[in-house]
């Protein structure tokens, strides 16, 4: 079964538009923290955030933002103002003491900012 | 502070052949993972290691693959004999063991012709 799912394939907007990509996750441990990477066209993969689950306070950073809320097991990821420089995939991950805390990836939003 | 150092960045070599990929981890972390990268499978976990041993390797394809951690800071895995369908983009990442965010290196691109 899909550890995380990111609904969201592709999404297209234009530059200052504000774009959110969903994140939902599956987990019986109750210690567990949740992962966003940018993977921009050049290909590395950037570590954007770390989030453990006893932490549900939203979190900005410069025009990124996360929303975390365990009721409906989701890690929500927004940027403000895109710029052409965000398009990227996004990936989505999970971590759980219970699988050795392997990353569990999801499938990965592709974004694509028009200038 | 270096990240993580990947060789070759670029591989491109003919079925049959033996490929070796190389990985220095950031210092002082104690956990280092291999992945490998298609656009038809994602991003899959080929094997990991806690403090230099191989703790899983559920992931790895099948015996033309192995990998290696003789020291803290240096990793390989390799591929022989490399077929066509070996060919993707690998990535080693490390980080602190526990939950913690690891850091992927730059990735190794191998084309087995």
């Known amino acids: 079964a899909q550890k995380v799912t990111q609904a969201q394939t592709e999404i297209s907007v234009v530059e200052k538009e504000d774009v959110t990509l969903d994140c939902v996750y599956e987990?019986?441990?109750?210690?567990?923290?949740l992962f966003w990477y940018k993977q921009p066209p050049s290909g590395e993969l950037v570590f954007l955030i770390r989030?453990?689950?006893?932490?549900?306070q939203n979190e900005i950073s410069g025009r990124y933002s996360w929303n975390f809320q365990k009721s409906t097991s989701s890690f929500n990821f927004t940027i403000t103002a895109s710029q052409v420089v965000d398009s990227a995939v996004y990936f989505c991950a999970l971590s759980e003491p219970s699988n050795d805390y392997k990353l569990s990836f999801g499938a990965g939003t592709t974004v694509t900012v028009r200038a | 502070d270096a990240g993580v150092i990947q060789s070759p960045r670029h591989e491109v070599t003919e079925m049959g052949q033996e490929v070796t990929l190389r990985c220095k981890p950031i210092s002082g972390h104690n956990s280092l993972f291999w992945y490998r990268q298609t656009m038809m499978r994602g991003l899959e976990l080929l094997i990991y290691?806690?403090?230099?041993?191989?703790?899983?390797d559920s992931g790895m394809p099948e015996d033309r693959f192995s990998a290696k951690m003789p020291n803290a800071s240096f990793s390989t895995l390799k591929i022989q004999p490399s077929e066509p369908r070996d060919s993707a983009v690998y990535f080693c990442?490390?980080?602190?063991?526990?939950?913690?965010?690891?850091?992927f290196g730059p990735g190794t691109r191998l084309t087995v012709l």
């Open positions: 290691f806690n403090n230099n041993v191989p703790i899983d």
């Open positions: 990442a490390s980080s602190l063991a526990g939950g913690y965010e690891q850091f």
């Open positions: 987990t019986r441990d109750t210690t567990y923290y």
């Open positions: 989030r453990n689950s006893f932490d549900e």
